[in-house]
Structures are given as C-alpha cells and as structure tokens.
C-alpha cells in the first residue's frame, strides 16, 4: 500500500510543485495550506509521512510537528527550512523531527528523504508499536526471568555512566528499549537521543550521515548538514545494527570514538562533541571479526559494557507475563475487551519457538485480539503455525497434575522453602523440558533430526540436552 504524505505550505506553486513530485513517485498525497488545516487533516488519520513548511503565519512548521509527536510519534515529520538557518533545522532534530531539507532543495534530495521516511513509518506500522497511544515513553521493560533480572541490573548500574555499552542480541529481543532504558536512566535524559540504523543507510551516505557535510562537499550538497555526532552533542548516539557498518567507515568511525572528535565531510575544521555511545547488533562479531568484515580494535572499544539479551525460547517463563501485558497494551489500544487467554491457548504460545521474539508475540497478540470475536484468546485464535506446533507441546506440555509431580523429585532435597523456590522452578522446568524431548524422540522412533525439528531447536541443542539429561542419541552409536 503506497504511504500517504501529507503536504503543508502556505505557498501554493511550492505544494503543487511537492504534490505532483510524490504523486510521480507514487504516493498518495494531501495537502494543507497551513498548519492550523494540516492538523485538522491530520488527526482526521491515514497520514503517514508529515512534509511542513516551517514558517508559516499563526501555526508553525514546529506546532505541526509537536501535535504528531504528541499523537502518533510514529509518524515522521520531515520539516523545510530556508537557506542558511541551520540553527532551525538542528532544532528540528532535537524536538524530534525525522529531518530536514532546506530550500532550496533538489528533487532528488526530497525524493531520497521521503523514501526514507516512508520505510521507517512502514516498519513501525508493520511492529504496530505505538501510534495514537499518547505514550511518549517507550513501553516498559517486563519480565522476571533471571535472565532479564540480569539485565535489569546491568541497566541500572551502567545507565549513567558515560560508558559505551554494546547490546547484542537477536532480532526482536528489546534491543532499542534497553538502549531507550539506558539513555532514560542517565543524566543525559533531557538531551537528545539520536539513532542511525546502519543498516538502512546507503554505503556511500554512511560518512556524511554520521558526521555532516559542508556545502559542495559533492553534488547535491547545495547546504551544508550537521551528521548524527553532532545532533547527538550532549546526549547519547544509539548505532544501530553497528554489525552493517562498512569496513571503510569503521576506522573513521572508531578515531571519532577514541578521540571524540571528527571532520565534517568536505570540512576542514575538526569537531568535538560529548557523546555518550551505545551500539546494537543481532550479530556474531566474534564471527564477522573472524570473517574480516569487522574491526577488532572497533569492537573492543564498543564492547566496554558488553549487554547481551536472551532470546524469548529462552526465557519461556516470562511468555504468560507478556502476553497478558500486550493483552492490556492492545485492549486499549484497540478498544477491545479481551479478557482472557485461554490456557491451552496460552501452552501453545510458550511452546512456540519464537524466532522473532517478543515482536513476534507482540504482533502476535494484537493479530489476535483484532480477531478475536469471543471474549478470549482461545487456541483456534492462533495463527496456524502457532496451533501446529500444539498437538505435540500439548500432549508433552504437562497438565498442572503433572507439575506438582514432578517438582518434589526434580527439586533439591535440603529444603528452604523461600530460598529454593529458583530451584524449584529450574528443576520443574528441565524435568518438563526432558518430557519434551523424550516424547519427541518416542514420536519420531528416535530420529533425532526430526525430533529437534518437531521441537523447533536446532539439532545440536538437541543433542547437547540429550547428553544433560542423559538421553541416549542414536547416531553416536552408530557412530562409535
Ligand atoms: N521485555 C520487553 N517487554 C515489553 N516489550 C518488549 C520487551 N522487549 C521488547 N519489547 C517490544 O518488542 C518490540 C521489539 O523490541 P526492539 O525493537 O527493542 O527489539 P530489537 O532487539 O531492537 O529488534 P531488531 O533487532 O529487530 O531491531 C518492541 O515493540 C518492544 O517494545
Ligand atoms: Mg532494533
């Protein structure tokens, strides 16, 4: 579906200009002659990219800009500013502007921002994270496993240090809201925290994205541009997916780390900012370094407070806390009335091996609850990849008779109530996990490929837990 651009100038050949522009490009396009009109429009809905002259009479470029962010955050404003103030436009950035470009610009310029930001509003909608929640702060961190209490505790102790901190993890696991934890827990909150996604910035726009431009630094440099370092002076720079960053950059960018100081691109003067760093990857660097495709000395030096976050499969006793989070989160985002998951809705969720971890079951749960047409989520609610998988977690999944059996054997024997309920819980949980896997096994008749398949680990996992819980694997006897 092609995004919709809303179009706010008080000149009119410029708007027609702009709308014939985007219409070319593709995008479906509305307009307002002035800000009073764009917010009416706006908070009509369907806008997914905000264009706005910044001075216009009565209502402003920046009055435009507060309602979105107030609204729908997840809607980016992209402000025009006249030649020559670039103090406007850094002041754009930091009210939370998505960019600039200043008049006069290239088409080309326009086109470039305007797909940018149009990809960026695409996959915030596709997290459905956000809009017209009127929560500015991101949501909060749940969870009570030990491995996320683990977390909790390095976020606390290192939020206001000026330490760079580097977040590594898989897709999904709450990466940008532990970095947006880090830089709310400083003293830097009050100062902006920008993010560069390397991931989707073009190779050859990485350098001028990160540290600016002058004026004729190349073609189409008809301005001269402060980079992310700058804007970020004061506050914290988030880098995003750092594992794409090209190698050529990576020597740059690493002297600008060591010395906090860098050139802007065509610039002769050298810049020094205050910038606290936290970096984020779903990387192995250890890998890539091998690979040659990452610096060592850059990764030690991003590596200094090294955060790394487990994957949901990994921590299946938080799923039933977060579910019943996104439940209410969605319940009044979608004025919904769900009031229950259902349990055998619930087993099949925590079996479910999550490979897009909690954005997967956060997409999940709002998917659900628009469809959801009883009271409840129940197990016929689920997608059919989810109810797949059910047969098999079901039958393995312990009925509550199962557990209370179980536990007295699993747990340790020397007793303090308060003190082993962690035990307790672990002991429960490998005595259920080797059900699993042992039924897995029975239904295959011991293929253990097929097995980790029906399990949904990966074959070796398989076989390391096999050899913990002494299961015997098959092929090593062949093998021997
Ligand atoms: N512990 C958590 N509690 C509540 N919500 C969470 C938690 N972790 C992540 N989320 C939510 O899950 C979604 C994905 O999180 P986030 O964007 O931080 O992940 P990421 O690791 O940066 O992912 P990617 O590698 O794909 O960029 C977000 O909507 C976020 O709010
Ligand atoms: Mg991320």
Not at 86 to 105: M, W
Not at 423 to 449: F, P, Y
Request: negative net charge; proline residues 5%; hydrophobic residues 40%.
């Amino acid at each position: 579906m092609a995004a919709t651009i809303l179009i706010v100038d008080d000149e009119p050949n410029l708007r027609k200009v702009l709308a014939a522009t985007l219409k070319r490009e593709g995008y479906e396009v509305e307009q307002a002659a002035d800000g009073e009109q764009a917010i009416e429009r706006f908070d009509e809905g369907g806008i997914d990219v905000v264009v706005s002259d910044l001075v216009m009479p009565k209502v402003g470029g920046f009055d435009v800009l507060r309602h979105v962010l107030e609204k729908a955050p997840d809607v980016p404003v992209i402000l025009i500013t006249a030649h020559g103030t670039v103090d406007s436009a850094v002041q754009a950035i930091k009210t939370g502007a998505f960019d600039y470009i200043t008049k006069p610009f290239e088409q080309s310029e326009l086109r470039q921002v305007i797909a940018k930001a149009a990809r960026t509003r695409d996959l915030t909608r596709n997290n459905l994270s956000g809009p017209f929640e009127g929560e500015k702060l991101p949501s909060r961190i749940v969870g009570q496993s030990q491995a996320i209490q683990d977390i909790y505790r390095i976020v606390e102790k290192v939020a206001d240090t000026p330490s760079t901190v580097l977040i590594t993890g898989e897709s999904g696991t709450g990466k940008e809201l532990v970095a947006q934890a880090l830089h709310r827990g400083s003293s830097r909150r009050n100062q902006p925290l920008i993010k560069i996604n390397c991931a989707a910035i073009p190779k050859d726009l990485m350098e001028s994205e990160l540290f600016g431009y002058e004026r004729g630094a190349f073609t189409g440099a008809v301005t001269s541009k402060p980079g992310r370092f700058e804007l970020a002076d004061g506050g914290t720079l988030f880098l995003d997916e750092i594992g794409e960053i090209p190698i050529e950059m990576q020597v740059k960018l690493l002297r600008a780390l060591q010395e906090s100081e860098f050139e802007r691109v065509g610039g002769v003067k050298t810049l020094k900012v205050d910038v606290r760093l936290i970096a984020a990857t779903n990387r192995d660097l250890h890998k890539e370094i091998q690979a040659g495709r990452f610096r060592e000395d850059l990764f030690y030096r991003l590596n200094v407070v090294p955060v790394s976050l487990p994957a949901l499969r990994d921590r299946r006793s938080d799923i039933p806390l977060l579910v019943e989070f996104f439940r209410e989160k969605y319940n009044r985002k979608l004025n919904k009335r769900i009031d229950a998951v259902e349990p055998e809705a619930m087993e099949a969720l925590q079996a479910y091996a999550w490979p897009g971890n909690i954005r997967e079951l956060e997409n999940l749960m709002e998917r659900s609850l628009l469809f959801a047409d009883g009271p409840t989520i129940r197990h016929e609610d689920l997608p059919e990849n989810l109810r797949e998988i059910a047969p098999v977690a079901h039958a393995a999944l312990p009925a509550p008779a199962f557990v209370s059996v179980s536990v007295p054997a699993a747990a340790p024997s020397h007793t303090d109530a308060s003190a082993s309920m962690k035990d307790i819980v672990k002991g429960a949980a490998a005595a259920l996990e080797r059900d699993l896997i042992t039924r897995a096994l029975d239904e295959t008749g011991g293929n253990v490929t097929q097995a980790a398949k029906k399990l949904q680990i990966s074959r070796k996992s398989l076989q390391n837990k096999m050899k913990e819980f002494g299961l015997r694997d098959p092929d090593e006897r062949t093998a021997g």
